[in-house]
Nanobody, 126 residues
Framework: QVQLVESGGGLVQAGGSLRLSCAAS????????MGWFRQAPGKEREFVAG????????YYADSVKGRFSISRDNAKNTVYLQMNSLKPEDTAVYYC???????????????????WGQGTQVTVSS
């Protein structure tokens, strides 16, 4: 059973940056497609970014394209989300997730992920 733990959230002013980390234990992430999702109060959980096994494929929600960057270090069993030019509308709880898929696949839907972290709060003030 893979356990995922997010860190790096916090309070930041608009225009600032944060780097989220997702560390795994209980298994290796090297054969998982990884994703970041977020959920704001009163809203559904939404896809933010995803990355394939070795990082060859990445995808982003339109709302974060050009500002966020997903990466992974399989040797450290960790996935990252670099968030730049943050906006108040980026405020949410951010979750990382792992999906058992093929090596080039990036998964967009919450129901396709097998493991989830507990989330980390990101708050962007205006």
């Amino acid at each position: 059973q893979v356990q995922l733990v997010e860190s790096g959230g916090g309070l930041v002013q608009a225009g600032g940056s944060l780097r989220l980390s997702c560390a795994a234990s209980g298994g290796t992430l090297s054969r998982y497609s990884m994703g970041w999702f977020r959920q704001a109060p009163g809203k559904e959980r939404e896809f933010v970014a995803g990355i394939s096994w070795r990082g060859g494929n990445t995808y982003y929600a339109d709302s974060v394209k050009g500002r966020f960057s997903i990466s992974r270090d399989n040797a450290k069993n960790t996935v990252y989300l670099q968030m730049n030019s943050l906006k108040p509308e980026d405020t949410a709880v951010y979750y990382c997730a792992a999906a058992l898929t093929g090596p080039t696949i990036v998964v967009f839907t919450t129901t396709s992920y097998d493991y989830w972290g507990q989330g980390t709060q990101v708050t962007v003030s205006s």
